[in-house]
């Protein structure tokens, strides 16, 4: 006689395969609630200060100029790159339609009593929670194309959904939500095409990655790093010499597509400034927070990664070192590494000729001259990233994740599940070189971590059965791994 969990588990899948088009129905429902239950409790704050994202897009707006400068009504700010251009051309165009947008871009203009820009940024927060709706829909097909089965999909979206935070992004002025959809859409076409050996899908998968590098230009980098990588998938596969030339094609349109995208904004800037990053102020921020961690002494590091441990690590920290150590590895907290990031940036900033880049200066200030010690340092910032998330999925995920791994390269779709997992681990390696890697910015390694709990699902609720005195058959319960290897999962 099955136990309660594994008959749960049998009840949900028969529905499963008896009705997918309700099953589906419930799931987006389920999803959809989910999403918009926490986009709509309240923030979305700013002033004061402001942010870029909304000085540049109140710019655009009204003076159809790129540039955080802040001018008199009849004066032309002069043009700039402070933040990647995706997301203040998204704000103007939405000014455009909505008043109430139009009016909060002007926040240096607000009244105190105006500060709170939840009321004027009601469209923005529900485009916000549509894309997270989005992610989690992108999460379910590219989770079922990796592993084949319906039943895998459905618990990594569940487990997505508990991690991922993605009502918190909604409700954000940042735009969090629109750069992951654009990220899981690229792993998607590429694990798509993959299965379909097409290299204009490289191309359109190679496109949306340079699309969430308008959004995050790390992201950029991975446009030429991934098809590296890549390219040894021929060999990682067995099929060797015989794949290796079409995999080249694929590596070049995949490139191409990426290049398609981002080439006219780097054009723009190496025109006007002499370089073609897609950004200089924000990348500038982000490097100066990551090479603040350079000055940890090499006996923090190993507090760092203790410290750094999803929810509990701050807690294990405090109690066995003391406060002092914790809050040397939290964000604002008086003596925290993390809060020099700004005074380090200043200083870039002030070093920094006319119409040149503070992040080059910041570079060869604290990276150039001791790249040792960033280097040495960028492991404890590695591991931070390689935690992909808060709470218990950061812990329970990083310990499973080889054995799903092990399971994803020996599933339908190996390639893909190479690619895929080269996309998450290379991106908190240059993560960690170039930015703090906090888990928002690793959300393809939280989509692994989601797949290797949901690969242990089954066996946990085995084990539960049998703990609580049931006889579960093998018939009815397979494990994870074996279902969607061959089993009799649905599929």
């Known amino acids: 006689m099955a136990g309660p969990l594994s008959d749960l588990s049998r009840r949900l899948a028969d529905f499963d395969q008896r009705r997918p088009v309700t099953a589906g129905i419930i799931l987006i429902l389920i999803i959809t609630a989910a999403v918009f239950s926490g986009a709509y409790r309240t923030p979305i704050a700013p002033p004061p200060g402001c942010v870029t994202s909304l000085l540049v897009a109140h710019n655009l707006a009204e003076k159809n100029a790129f540039s955080i400068e802040v001018t008199a009504p009849d004066a032309r700010p002069a043009r700039g790159r402070p933040m990647p251009p995706a997301y203040p051309f998204l704000l103007a165009g939405l000014a455009g339609i909505d008043s109430g947008v139009a009016r909060g871009l002007d926040c240096a203009g607000l009244s105190p009593s105006q500060h709170q820009l939840g009321r004027y940024f009601e469209s923005l927060r529900f485009l916000q929670a549509l894309a997270g709706v989005g992610i989690l829909i992108l999460v379910y097909h590219l989770a079922e194309a990796l592993t084949g089965a319906r039943s895998m999909a459905m618990a990594t979206v569940v487990l997505y959904v508990i991690g991922g935070k993605l009502g918190e992004f909604a409700r954000s002025i940042e735009p969090d939500n629109f750069r992951n959809l654009a990220t899981f859409l690229s792993l998607l076409l590429l694990s798509i095409a993959y299965r379909k050996e097409q290299a204009w899908m490289f191309g359109a998968a190679g496109a949306c990655l340079g699309i969430a590098a308008l959004f995050h230009p790390i992201l950029g980098i991975l446009i030429f790093a991934l098809p590296a990588v ?50 200089d102020r924000s990348e500038a921020l982000l490097l100066s927070f990551r090479v603040a961690y350079n000055a940890m002494p090499y006996s923090d590091w190993p507090l760092a990664v203790l410290s750094w441990v999803p929810s509990y690590g701050n807690v294990l920290t405090q109690f066995f070192f003391g406060a002092d150590a914790a809050h040397r590895f939290a964000l604002l907290e008086p003596g925290a590494y993390f809060a020099n990031g700004p005074v380090i940036l200043a200083e870039g900033i002030d070093r920094t000729p006319t119409a040149g880049n503070p992040f080059f200066v910041v570079w060869s200030t604290y990276v150039a001259a001791d790249p040792i010690r960033h280097l040495l340092t960028s492991i404890p910032v590695f591991a931070r990233g390689m ?36 996309f998450a681990f290379l991106l908190v390696l240059i993560q960690s070189f170039l930015t703090p890697n906090f888990y928002w910015m690793n959300t393809p390694m939280l989509l692994l971590m989601s797949l290797a709990i949901a690969d242990a699902l089954p066996e ?18 397979e494990p994870a791994g074996l279902q969607w290897l061959g089993g009799t999962g649905s599929r």
């Open 230 to 279: 890549l390219a040894a998938i021929p060999w990682i596969t067995g099929s060797g010499r015989s794949r290796g030339r079409r995999n080249a094609l694929y590596n070049v349109a995949f490139v191409l597509g990426g290049l398609a995208v981002i080439a006219p904004w780097c054009a723009r800037n190496l025109y006007l400034f002499g370089d073609p990053m897609l950004a």
């Open 387 to 422: 935690w992909g998330t808060h709470g218990f999925m950061g812990v329970v995920g990083l310990f499973l994740l080889p054995r799903m791994l092990r399971h994803l390269f020996a599933g339908p779709n190996p390639p893909a599940a190479i690619a895929v997992a080269a």
């Open 460 to 477: 946990v609720a085995l084990w539960i059965d049998r703990s609580l005195g049931g006889l579960v058959s093998p018939s009815r319960l």
